[in-house]
């Protein structure tokens, strides 16, 4: 079992940035893919950006150049580095994990995850 606490969010004017992190606790083998999702109130859930199990990165074409996904394995913790933040980007934001080997550019983490946070709000104003 794995769990996954996100921290990080809060509320920042356009044009600035966050850092979001996800703890995971418990099995590390079961975090080699992971994701960090996006959901907008009224609209579905997105992927924002993944990584998989040799580091490799995928990334949603809003967010390209933007925002980086970063995992340090030594502490089992995901990051979300968010930078020229947007309107759009207001929303809130879940890091997902799942087992597994996976080479891949990242495409894992758009599909099948196995794990989520509790999800972290992100308030980006004007």
């Known amino acids: 079992q794995v769990q996954l606490v996100e921290s990080g969010g809060g509320s920042v004017q356009a044009g600035g940035s966050l850092r979001l992190s996800c703890v995971a606790s418990?099995?590390?083998?079961?975090?080699?893919?992971m994701a960090w999702y996006r959901q907008a109130a009224g609209k579905e859930r997105e992927l924002v950006a993944g990584?998989?199990?040799?580091?490799?990165?995928r990334y949603a074409d809003s967010v390209k150049g933007r925002f980086t996904i970063s995992k340090d394995n030594a502490k089992n913790t995901l990051y979300l580095e968010m930078n020229s933040l947007k309107l759009e980007d207001s929303a809130m934001y879940y890091c997902?994990?799942?087992?597994?080997?996976?080479?891949?550019?990242?495409?894992?983490?758009?599909?099948?995850?196995?794990?989520w946070g509790e999800g972290i709000m992100v308030t980006i104003s004007s």
């Open positions: 997902a994990a799942k087992g597994g080997i996976y080479i891949d550019n990242g495409y894992c983490a758009t599909y099948g995850m196995t794990y």
């Open positions: 418990g099995d590390s083998s079961s975090t080699n893919c």
């Open positions: 990584i998989d199990t040799v580091g490799s990165t």
